[in-house]
């Protein structure tokens, strides 16, 4: 039997630690979320008394989260329509064929990946309100799009990067188009790649602040994050309502990462970005 | 390589790139350019823009508010810098010595929430009637001269796993050939932390460390959801104070000159990482 020395205990000690301290927020919003008002003024610390989900309908039906929920759905999934559109082609294009400018679109691209939306909101404000494009889906889309374009790229492009070329010349030789021969050869090799980047595109379009905050100022239009950065003022005595929107807020990027968390991981820790 | 040159046609190049890169320029290149050029003009959205010169600079800089939020932006920096990657490190560290690897995804898990939750959480817990602060008889967001490090200690929450992630990903990647060798040699924990694993990973450190100091002047969400700048001015961040000041207070040119400060902390970043990329320490 292997003697477990104080320094491996201790190392677990701290990991338990670590565990604790992540989950401990988690513990105090979902039981604060299951209790009454009174009960949660009169103990916010202990668990509650009974699973009542009389918040998460009043979260969901009486703060307007119903109608942002529609709202986030449709804009995470047009950006990831706009992203499948424009970042593909280009990764693509980056990671196999040759042009004049390709390394320096590269770089520019890794230093967009860094450009604080707080350069460019100002002007693209006053630009978009003359085009109609404050108050509009399309307008908050496109930005999405041209704001997560270079990272999809570059990470798309570093899973594109990897599939064989004999694999594409056979393609040509048999008469296949670039278009055919990206779909029917590149796209199902790079598809982990694809997925991975569409996570996390969605996760980005649904968490977003700064930009529906700015460009949305219409009740019926925002989405989530703004609905529940709101919460507070009209709700503000209520905590166990604004603990139950925070996490029907959350629950669907939870359930996406439940059950690709792995992809979550490699496309955003991985070497994509530096690749 | 028979495929690639018969690539060569510009045309089929074009339609490849052009639509990614027409979205890019219209709503980032030519709306980033006009922000460096209204820092120099006088306009409040409405009127025709007036030429000032460097008067808006001008008027920041004399303002402590600017100063304020220049201060804060620096402290959030140095803690981001040591805090959230010395528990990173550790913890990467210690699940490599345990094999825990199903803590991972645990630790990772609160930086795919939105940070409107995750600062609602912590407002709640530090709330001094309705929260625990009433336990600690503590006011963490009301207080001015704890307030900032309060909202910092809720973002490190949403962040240190993620480094963790990204430092563990990188210890995978050392050749578990150096480990045993130590092993052989006697080394103890600590020595294979400090002399195997840190060497190891530099690059990532390095690489983590520049993207802080990028991530660290655009930081808006945690401040405008925990505080929206106060107490006082004492949370302000550069980037709250350029939102208020464009959208409140319609004094655009002023914004768009702290946008431009904001971008030149960017760029020193990204000069950084170029200038340790060419001096051959592997970015």
Redesign the interface.
């Known amino acids: 039997m292997k003697k477990v020395s104080i ?2 205990l201790a ?2 000690l ?2 338990i630690i ?2 604790l ?3 401990f ?2 513990y ?2 979902i039981s ?1 979320s299951f209790k009454s008002g009174f009960e ?2 009169s103990d ?2 202990g668990l509650p008394n009974n699973l009542n989900f009389a918040n998460y309908v009043k979260a969901f039906t009486e703060t307007g989260l119903n109608r942002a929920y529609i709202n986030s759905t449709i804009l995470s999934l047009g950006t990831c329509v706009g992203i499948l ?3 593909i ?2 990764s ?2 980056l990671a ?4 004049k400018g390709k390394n320096f ?1 590269m770089g520019y691209f890794f ?2 990946t ?14 978009f309100s003359k085009l109609g494009l404050v108050n509009s889906y399309f307008g908050l889309i ?2 999405y ?3 997560w ?2 990272f999809s ?1 570059l990470l798309m492009r570093s899973y594109f990067v990897k599939v064989p ?1 004999e694999l ?2 056979a393609a ?1 030789v048999d008469g296949a188009t ?1 278009w055919k021969a990206f779909w029917k050869v590149v796209f199902p090799v790079a598809k982990p790649g694809v997925t991975t980047t569409l996570l996390i595109v969605i ?1 980005w379009s ?2 977003n ?2 930009l529906p ?2 460009f949305i100022n219409k009740q019926e239009l925002i989405p ?2 703004v609905a ?2 709101m ?2 003022g009209k709700w503000s ?1 209520s ?1 166990e309502i ?2 139950a929107a ?2 029907l ?2 629950l669907p ?1 939870i359930i996406l ?1 439940i059950f690709s ?1 792995r992809n ?2 490699e496309g ?3 070497t994509g970005l ?1 690749g | ?4 040159n ?3 046609n ?1 045309f ?2 074009g ?3 052009f ?3 027409f ?2 320029i ?3 290149l ?3 350019i ?2 460096f050029i ?1 820092a120099f003009f006088e306009w409040d ?1 409405l009127n025709v823009p007036q030429f000032v010169g460097i008067k808006n600079f001008v008027t920041i800089f004399s303002e402590t508010t600017f100063f304020n939020a220049l201060l804060n932006n620096c402290i959030w920096l140095f803690i981001f810098l040591t805090l959230p990657v010395i ?1 990173g490190l ?2 990467a560290e ?2 490599r ?2 094999k ?1 690897n199903f ?16 600062g ?6 530090y ?1 001094p009637i ?3 602060g ?2 600690l008889n503590v006011v963490i967001l009301g207080d001015p001269s704890i307030a900032l490090y309060g909202i910092a200690f809720a973002n490190i ?1 949403a962040w240190w ?2 480094l963790c ?2 430092f563990h ?1 990188a210890i995978q990647g050392i050749s578990k050939e150096l480990y045993e060798a130590a092993t052989l040699d006697g080394a ?2 600590w020595q294979e932390f400090r002399y195997i694993t840190i060497p190891q990973i530099v690059p990532t450190l390095v ?1 983590m460390e520049i ?1 802080t100091i ?1 991530w660290s ?2 930081v ?2 945690w401040v ?2 925990m505080t929206q700048g106060g107490p006082a001015g004492s949370t302000e961040l ?2 709250t104070l ?2 208020k000041k ?2 409140y207070s319609y004094k ?1 040119g002023e ?2 000159a ?3 400060i ?2 030149i902390f ?1 760029f020193l ?2 000069s950084l990482y170029y200038y340790l990329d060419k001096k051959g320490v592997e ?1």
Request: charged residues 10%.
């Open positions: 320094s491996e190392i677990s701290v990991l670590f565990l301290y992540t989950l927020p988690m105090i919003a604060a949660l003024f916010p610390l559109l424009t970042a082609p280009i693509y294009a196999k064929m040759e042009f679109l230093f967009c860094t450009i604080p939306p707080q350069l460019f909101i100002v002007p693209l404000y006053f630009m496109i930005i799009i041209a704001m374009t270079p790229t070329n594409l010349e040509v670039k996760m649904w968490n602040l700064l905050l700015t989530v994050t529940v950065a919460l507070e005595s905590w604004i603990m925070s996490i807020a959350s990027l990462f968390y979550f991981i955003l820790a991985g530096k | 390589m028979k495929y690639k018969k690539s060569k510009i089929s190049v339609i490849f790139v639509p990614a890169l979205i890019n219209f709503v980032i030519i709306p980033a006009i922000t209204l959205g528990m550790i913890s210690f699940l010595q345990t825990w803590l991972l995804p645990v630790f990772f898990f609160p930086t795919i929430l939105p940070i409107v939750v995750v609602l959480i912590w407002k709640f817990i709330h309705r929260g625990l009433k336990y929450w796993g993620f992630v990204v990903s103890n924990k690489f993207m990028i002047f655009l808006f969400d405008w959801v550069l980037a350029l939102y464009s959208f655009v914004a768009s702290i946008g431009v904001i971008s960017g970043g990204i970015v």
